[in-house]
């Protein structure tokens, strides 16, 4: 038989009466323990289903930070590469003028203007493409021109460079324009 505790309310001049919980079986104490496994499990499967998103997005912010900053490297290479083959046309000129200049003092300096525009090129890692004398390759050089070949010289080959070409690696940034042997 349950005990039932008699407690007076003083606001209602009622008498309540509690019931103390009953105690429990050894089988009802089981299948709380068994509830409370089953809540644990569920938890923990939550937590570790939330732990995986997390390493996910994690891994997935780490990608784009190192594609963005690549990307952004790669753009300021290719914005320095259009800065420096902007300037190629001041080079053809410098060494056109050098070519004819008569005074020796204004050829001498407009050769120092030269050198140093050879050491941009250098310190930015741009090489000249210089094909005379080789057989023509399409990949670095454009036949603006074709003259025939002189006796002993075979057909193809890249006889004269009109326009120097630039490379920088292996990625071509102007192609040489020259003249080819028929």
Known sequence: MEEKKVTPDVETEEIKTEEKPAKKTKSAKKDEVERLKAELAAAQAEAEDCKRKWYNVSAEYENYRRRTQAQAAQRYAEGRNDIVTALFPVGDNLSRAIAVCADENTKHGMEMVLKSFQKI??????????????????????????????????????????????????????????????
């Open 121 to 182: 090129l250098e310190e930015e890692g741009i090489e000249e493409i210089d094909p005379i004398g080789q057989p023509f390759d399409p990949s670095l050089a454009e036949a603006i021109m074709a003259m025939p070949a002189a006796d002993g010289e075979e057909a193809g080959i890249v006889k004269m460079v009109h326009e120097k070409g630039y490379k920088k690696g292996e990625r071509v940034l102007r192609y040489a324009k020259v003249v080819v042997t028929q």
